[in-house]
């Protein structure tokens, strides 16, 4: 049982991009519009009073039943420099029968801010929530199962191992801190932010052999610059570091904002995940909606043994506000 467990914990792990050491969240190519999943110090930072973000993940359709991966945020600002926010995000791993869910709260505080008009800033955040982890049984394959006769699989044996416990929640927690410049009509604004989830390090359910096993700690360091060409043209490079237990993702990139009309921009650009996937990125900005869409092109090892089976992703951003404006005021987001 313990076998089982571990190899249905490293298939996730190897068909999410990274590699199986002890890596056990998913992740996003397109995480700079999944604000909440990157940091809580992120919650309410935006050009608007309210923000929701919904974001799909699917990968591996061509050898397996696809791996799928939506995530969906929604967070607003209030008069106090308190932002709160909600976060769910599930990951159906094919045919192995894992799901992974887990669904927070998050609370900012957005008051600290210094320079010019105070247009630097720092906000500082905390997410509290539950992972569920489960599997379906039904879906398991074990060796007994194929006939030592023939040596084929025969699905009409019933497997030989039973588990236990298929099913497990524990209590979740993050922090992050995150700084930006928002001084309008600067040539270059930075931005830069660090968190921490699982810090309470929640029990794995399955596997216990003794001393039981517990989730790493997933560090992320991310930051970037908004470049101001000129009003209607900017490029805005970004780096993302994140690291759990002995697995690290390094990505890069850059993507350009050109402005088509006054409610409209049009946004392209690519990162680059060391050692696994380039992921090229085309989006359009239209009033107070972003939609973008991603496709991870592999460069790795296991991408060449795999084919074509790259992984796509599609989101889109909605940020409101509860008066209308007259027009697009100049603040520089740290997220999009």
Known sequence: MRNLAILALGLMSVLSGIATKAQTDPHYSQYYIYPLWLNPGLTGVMDGDYRVTAIYRRQWADITSPYVTPGVSADFTTSKNVNLGVNVMNQQVGEGGYNYLTANLSMAYSGVRFGVDGNQRISMGMSLGIINRRFDQSKFTTSNQFDPSTGEFNPNIQPDEVMSKTSGTSFDAGAGIMYYDATPGKKMNLFAGLSAFHLTRPEDPFITDGVPERMPVRYTAHGGAMFTISEVLSITPNLLYMRQGKASEKMVGAYVQSKIN???????????????????????????????????????????????????????????????????????????
């Open 262 to 336: 006054d409610d409209a921009d049009f946004l392209l650009g690519a990162n680059y995940r060391f050692k696994d996937a380039l992921v090229p990125y085309a989006g359009v900005y239209y009033k107070n909606f972003v939609l973008g869409v991603s496709y991870d092109v592999g460069t790795s090892d296991l991408s060449k043994i795999s084919g074509k089976s790259n992984s796509f992703e599609l989101s889109l951003s909605i940020i409101g506000s509860k008066a209308v404006k007259a027009k697009r005021v100049p603040f520089v987001c740290p997220a999009m």
